[in-house]
T-cell receptor
Framework: QKEVEQNSGPLSVPEGAIASLNCTYS??????FFWYRQYSGKSPELIMF????GDKEDGRFTAQLNKASQYVSLLIRDSQPSDSATYLC??????????FGQGTELSVKP | DAGVIQSPRHEVTEMGQEVTLRCKPI?????LFWYRQTMMRGLELLIY????????DSGMPEDRFSAKMPNASFSTLKIQPSEPRDSAVYFC?????????????????FGPGTRLTVL
């Protein structure tokens, strides 16, 4: 079992819809969770982090964490074609080490 | 700030050759990370340094890989000898030192990557 798992997609949604990206992790002691966005041919960039159970909102993005279920999700409201990218879920380890999932490719169709 | 700088951006070499990838972290950042990304394995951490000291090299695939950080502004990742399965994009990332709070996080900033092709 991989430490961080994501559906590889591609996930296709129409413009204006809500895109829902999911991630599960195996280490129950994990404390910090991250979502990175990676455009094709570019480097990953951080878009959200979450430490506490529940929801965290930032603009059109909402991260949701359920530690009991070992589940993290990212919702993108009013999806735009510019949101088309691969979204990487990551879990931190002591010292700042990040363990990444395989990534989910999102395609937003105009 | 120029961000994390990596060189070369693209490298094509033949099997058996030595490859050296270079990274300049963001000034003032105390932690430096080397990652490798492939379609099959995704983004994997190879090694990271805190204050120029290697902390965890458990992700280094084998002895052919080595990394150094001689000072706070420079790091290298060397592959000798290179093999076709080493073909990947190699990213360097840097992070400021310090404990993250409940509502803050010391973000890792990634460089543009080096696309390595070993023929």
């Amino acid at each position: 079992q991989k430490e961080v798992e994501q559906n590889s997609g591609p996930l296709s949604v129409p413009e204006g819809a809500i895109a829902s990206l999911n991630c599960t992790y195996s280490d129950r002691g994990s404390q910090s969770f991250f979502w990175y966005r990676q455009y094709s041919g570019k480097s990953p960039e951080l878009i959200m982090f979450i430490y506490s159970n529940g929801d965290k909102e930032d603009g059109r993005f909402t991260a949701q964490l359920n530690k009991a279920s070992q589940y993290v999700s990212l919702l993108i409201r009013d999806s735009q074609p510019s949101d088309s990218a691969t979204y990487l879920c990551a879990v931190s380890r002591p010292g700042g080490k990040l363990i990444f999932g395989q990534g989910t490719e999102l395609s937003v169709k105009p | 700030d120029a961000g994390v700088i990596q060189s070369p951006r693209h490298e094509v070499t033949e099997m058996g050759q030595e490859v050296t990838l270079r990274c300049k972290p963001i000034s003032g950042h105390n932690s430096l990370f080397w990652y490798r990304q492939t379609m099959m394995r995704g983004l994997e951490l190879l090694i990271y340094f805190n204050n120029n000291v290697p902390i965890d090299d458990s992700g280094m695939p084998e002895d052919r890989f080595s990394a150094k950080m001689p000072n706070a502004s420079f790091s290298t990742l060397k592959i000798q000898p290179s093999e076709p399965r080493d073909s990947a994009v190699y990213f360097c990332a840097s992070q400021p030192w310090g404990t993250s709070g409940r509502d803050s996080y010391n973000e890792q900033f990634f460089g543009p990557g080096t696309r390595l092709t070993v023929l």
